[in-house]
């Protein structure tokens, strides 16, 4: 036997989310009118700045709402928060299909609302609205959700693309300088692989960028590079995952800048957040491509100027400790059915994968990842290591 399922996705760019006068958040999947109580659940920093507003829309509207807020963080993404929202989703008697749950809140709440919509009642349909940077570019688009388990991240999830995702970019103008920078960590591993134009946008605009926080100060109708950045990243990532939405094939080049950080993070855990790490795997990754001939040396230093010109550390001391680089693969790999599948770049925007990474090659680079934490800007690197 073989069934096969069609998915339908909408990823609505958007401005003015919570404005009354807006129809969007009220509205189901397919764009139809929702008549039963629904629940929207919110993170806590959301609900204090949007909180209000949000409130206010549903009661003009007329819409009937209940609330659920929960702490953000990776420190919160586990099996328990999931278990609350099914309890409140259980509580409001949340239907089969009718009365999608609203999630509002970066990409730790949208992990654990759409693991519980998969549990609940063995998969609800559920509404994306991301407020970070990380979780409009990245998370949003995904089919995958999880908690962190056991020490491990994502290890318990589930793959449940929701139908409806709405991205307000005004949304991350409030959001801290460091979370813009993180987001930004997303950004660069999608320019790396795919997307030259991308990478000088983000070469030319980094610290604008941040500054800004992509809001290109202008209302929303512009063709700023807030805007452009935003758009080439999620298409780029929409692009990738249509491809193999469920992941069969484990070779996936968006897993680029998440094959070393995925354990380093988790021991790091709440130290650094999760697109400075991705961004210094990305810059691992690069110098293993150094290594091999395929980036050179001009290349390999506009990225690591790139990434620091987003305020993102290129390393870590963990990044440069062999043994960790070594846990952190064998890992991985055990997530790649035993296979390395190592994206590596062919210059900026090309990427190969390999399955041939040798020890040695680990050990040269985290030489170089020890001289990127002793060097800045004006530093001069020798960029083999010793090696
Ligand atoms: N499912 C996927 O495919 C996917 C993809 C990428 C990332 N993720 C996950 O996303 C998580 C990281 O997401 P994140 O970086 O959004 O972290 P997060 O959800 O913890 O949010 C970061 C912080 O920002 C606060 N915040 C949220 N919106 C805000 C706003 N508009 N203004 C001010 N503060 C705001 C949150 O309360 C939190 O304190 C990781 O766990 C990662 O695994 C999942
Ligand atoms: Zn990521």
């Known amino acids: 036997m073989t069934a096969s399922r069609q ?52 009661s003009v509207n007329r819409l009937f709402v209940e609330y659920l807020t929960l702490p953000g963080g990776d420190e919160n993404k586990t099996l328990d928060q999931v278990l609350r929202i099914a309890r409140r989703l259980s509580e409001i008697g949340t239907h089969r299909v009718g009365t999608p749950p ?3 809140g970066g990409g730790v709440l949208q992990d654990v609302v759409g693991m519980a919509s998969s549990l609940y009642r063995r998969g609800i349909p559920y509404v994306r609205v991301p407020t970070t940077l990380l979780a409009q570019i990245d998370g949003s688009v995904s089919a995958k959700n999880g908690v962190n388990y056991e020490g491990f991240r994502n290890r318990l999830g589930t793959f449940a693309p929701p139908p409806r995702t709405l991205i307000d970019r005004s949304l991350i103008a409030t959001l801290p300088e460091r979370q813009i920078q993180s987001g930004l960590g997303e950004a660069l591993k999608m320019a790396l692989i795919k997307d030259p134009v991308l990478f000088e946008l983000l070469e030319e605009h980094g610290p604008q960028l941040v500054a800004d926080r992509l809001q290109d100060s202008d209302n ?26 469920w992941e069969t094939d484990l070779r996936r080049i968006v897993d680029y800048g998440h ?6 993070e988790m021991q790091a855990l709440p130290a650094l957040l999760h697109g400075e790490v991705v961004a210094m795997d990305c810059v691992l990754s690069a110098v293993l491509a150094l290594h091999r001939g395929m980036l050179t040396p001009a290349q390999f230093e506009r990225i690591v100027n790139t990434t620091r010109g987003m305020g993102l550390a290129p390393s870590h001391p963990m990044f440069a400790d062999p043994s960790v680089l070594r846990r952190a693969l064998a890992d991985t790999m055990r997530h790649r059915d035993n296979q390395q ?10 990427t190969i994968f390999v399955n041939d990474l040798t020890d040695t090659e680990l050990d040269c680079a985290a030489q170089v990842m020890t001289e990127l934490l002793e060097t800045d800007e004006s530093g001069v690197l020798s960029l083999q290591g010793g090696c």
């Open 102 to 104: 609203i999630a509002i």
């Open 259 to 264: 094959t070393f950080s995925p354990v380093i």
């Open 341 to 350: 599948h190592l994206t590596l770049l062919q210059g900026i925007g090309r």
């Open 220 to 245: 929303g109708n512009d063709a700023g590079p807030g805007r452009e950045v935003m758009h080439r990243a999620i298409s780029g990532m929409a692009e990738e995952l249509q491809k193999n939405l």
């Open 7 to 58: 998915v339908d996705y909408e990823i609505i760019e958007i401005y003015d989310l919570f404005n009354p006068g807006n129809p969007e958040l009220g509205l189901l999947p397919g764009r139809k009118p929702s008549k039963l109580t629904r629940l929207v659940v919110m993170d806590h920093t959301v609900d204090e700045i949007f909180g209000e507003r949000i409130r206010n829309y549903f």
